[in-house]
């Protein structure tokens, strides 16, 4: 049988060189040569002998595993014709509740006609008797339900009979077979035939599988793969980054068994998007009636790692004959989870700047990769751009702002809603906000043509937007 396993692991900055380590990173242990103080509101706490990791606050503050459901379709939905919501790389993310979602470093498992979204909260949201729990994973064993969550470096199991609530610990925590190595990151993997599969990065940076029992324990290793890989998963693969919350450039590796041998590396996005500022933590594949897609789901971590931080998910261009996997980078899409079929906006009308009402020093220009080949640009702290005659649909909406700025480290694009008095800053609504030329917010619009945006920017005195136009997406 020639079925194809892919694997996605990091290799590469062991020992990065940051005068002060990012939260959660690395900041000690053996043959560690990085930093060993961390940034702000973060301390170096020793976990053993190899590692010590940048923690938020003091000892005495907790991370607990929370779930958090998101609803499919349900069987009543014809196939193909319910797409689920927009899925906006770097936006806030709400829940049905409204409540932003928190559950970092987690996994999407979807479970008759439901996904459950497992994840660290890095806020206060206390559910399970963990503390540092990071990364967690979850799956089903013979009879019960398990999350496995990083704690020292070791896995600690917890279980309920339920899917979601009910967890407590199950048993101690415990170190990789065969050799009772600890590690720092994990994916996991359910293969065709039901069986599940750890994937750790383990000490000395070899990544290597676990076979999980049905009982919730660890099993054989399966294979390793050593040199400079840091971080580990499965989709049929996944990853992490052991060096703190600081996008890698992740690669893949490839192989006909989960035994190995394994190929690569790959990049899986251009290296000088470095997984656009993104930390992989698990691979969703969505097996539809039209097509299959392979959903890279990672952390857009904020620069120290706390609940303002937004999520990254992104298509997943897979060739099992040439052994690639690459990254689509889109400022929306969703997928149809019964199809399994990609779409983007349609329904969309757009507004151009150059028609919009200037102030300050803000002046038409060309633009050759605008649509209408004109924008607007010198939109520094003292100009702006407002747009009138919006049409809304007395409802949050989704609306991009497409524009660029001649330096993301200098200022920000800011932007007035309606009367609203002050102004909010885009990346306060999606964190790719300066760093792509599409940024979608969702905005509350009032109904009819009545609705105003007024852009500005905040920062250095030299600091510009030049802005191309505003779109409101109508579905
Ligand atoms: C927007 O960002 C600037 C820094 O660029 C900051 O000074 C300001 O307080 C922010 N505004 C809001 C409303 O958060």
């Not at 938020?56 to 779930?67: E, Y």
């Not at 990364?135 to 896995?155: D, E």
């Amino acid at each position: 049988m020639n079925r194809k396993v892919l694997l996605i692991a990091i290799s590469g900055y062991v020992g990065g060189a940051f005068a002060q380590q990012t939260a959660w990173g690395q900041c000690g242990g053996s043959g560690w040569t990085g930093a060993t103080t961390c940034i702000s509101g973060y301390t170096c706490v020793y976990s053993n002998d190899w590692y010590s990791q940048c923690l938020p606050g003091t000892a005495a503050t907790t991370t607990t595993v929370v779930t958090t459901t998101k609803k499919a379709t349900t069987t009543t939905t014809p196939a193909g014709s319910s797409p689920t919501g927009w899925i906006v790389p770097g936006a806030v993310w709400l829940d049905t509740s409204g409540v932003k979602i928190d559950a970092h470093g987690g996994q999407v498992w979807k479970v008759s006609n439901t996904f459950y979204w497992l994840g660290a909260s890095v806020g206060t949201s206390i559910q399970y008797p963990l503390s540092w729990a990071y990364r967690p994973k979850m799956f089903k064993g013979t009879s019960k339900y398990f999350i496995y969550g990083q704690v020292n470096r070791l896995v600690q199991p917890l279980s309920s009979s339920n899917i979601v609530g009910g967890y407590s610990l199950a048993g101690s925590a415990f170190s990789l077979p065969p050799y009772s190595l600890t590690y720092s990151d994990m994916g996991i993997f359910q293969d065709d035939d039901g069986k599940w599969y750890l994937a750790t990065s383990a000490d000395g940076n070899i990544l290597q599988i676990n076979v999980i029992n049905g009982d919730g324990t660890l099993g054989t290793r399966l294979t390793k793969l050593g040199g400079e890989l840091e971080a580990p998963g499965i989709f049929r693969a996944g990853t992490s980054a052991k060096t703190g919350y600081r996008a890698n450039p992740n690669k893949v590796y490839w192989a006909t068994s989960l035994s190995g041998p394994w190929t690569g590396p790959a990049d899986i996005a251009p290296e000088d998007q470095n997984t656009y500022g993104s930390q992989n933590t698990h691979e969703l594949v969505i097996k539809g009636s039209a097509a299959t897609t392979y959903i890279y789901l990672g952390d857009a971590w904020d620069s120290s790692g706390t609940s303002a931080s937004n999520y990254m998910w992104l298509p997943m261009a897979v060739s099992t004959s040439a052994h690639t996997v690459t990254l689509q980078y889109h400022a929306m899409w969703r997928v149809d989870v019964n199809s399994g079929v990609v779409s983007y906006p349609t329904n969309s009308k757009r507004y151009d700047a150059e028609l919009a009402k200037l102030s300050g020093r803000a002046a038409i220009t060309t633009c050759e990769s605008c649509v209408s080949k004109r924008a607007v640009h010198q939109v520094d702290i003292s100009s702006d751009v407002t747009f009138t005659g919006l049409i809304g649909q007395d409802k949050a909406q989704w609306v991009s702002i497409h524009y660029k700025v001649n330096d993301p480290q200098a200022g920000q694009a800011h932007v007035y809603i309606n009367d609203e008095p002050t102004p909010r800053n885009i990346s306060d609504f999606n964190s790719r906000a300066g760093y792509h030329g599409e940024i979608p917010i969702k905005i509350h619009l009032k109904a009819g043509a009545v609705n105003t945006l007024r852009i500005g920017s905040n920062g250095a005195p030299d600091f510009e937007l030049h802005i191309d136009a505003v779109e409101v997406h109508e579905d």
